[in-house]
């Protein structure tokens, strides 16, 4: 096996039908032009990650024929309907014949958070790390930095609508929580505002 490469890979969750907002939010097209998944792989690969890893879901062939997404390796996930949980497990699996020690795990829907939080995340890879961005009032979340060698451990608890989570609340002595409230915003998009269909 090669080496392993310094940085994370990023995985990006982007398979979502988007129910709630009414389409997939990857097909989004954000304030600034582009589509939340061009723009939240953008992030990720400007934040250091290496691969970039899209799985894609619903909708997937109009992502692909839509969305500029160069570089990044799309996978499709045939269980998307199942929820977040089986896209994590296809994005990991994807991964696992990689040498990379650790991932870095985006949603589409948050187009808050920026590559300036990734890559302060990202600077604990590790194949141990298990690391959250921080925010206001005690919160946690995206993105997530998920060490090799947790990925069997959050794949057998990656069910339905929850991704790592529960994983991470189970290992409050392991996981390091990193403030990223000064550079991103980790509010997902959960209702039109500001954003159009594509």
Known sequence: MPPAPPGPAGLLLAAGAGRRYGGPKALVRHADGRLLVERAAGVLAGGGCAPVVVVLGASAAEVRAT???????????????????????????????????????????????????????????????LVAAGYPAGRWGHPV????????GITATAVGDRGARAYLRARPGQLRVVDCADVADGTDLDRPAGAGRA
């Open 145 to 152: 930095l998920l060490g090799r060698r947790h990925w069997p």
């Open 67 to 129: 969305a500029a997404l160069p570089g990044v390796v799309l996978v499709d996930n045939p269980r998307w309907a199942d929820g977040m949980g089986s896209s994590l497990r296809v994005g990991l699996a994807a991964l696992a014949g990689t040498a990379v020690r650790a991932t870095v795990v985006l949603l589409v829907d948050l187009p808050g958070v920026t590559a300036t939080a990734v890559r302060r995340v990202a600077r604990h890879v590790g194949s141990d790390a």
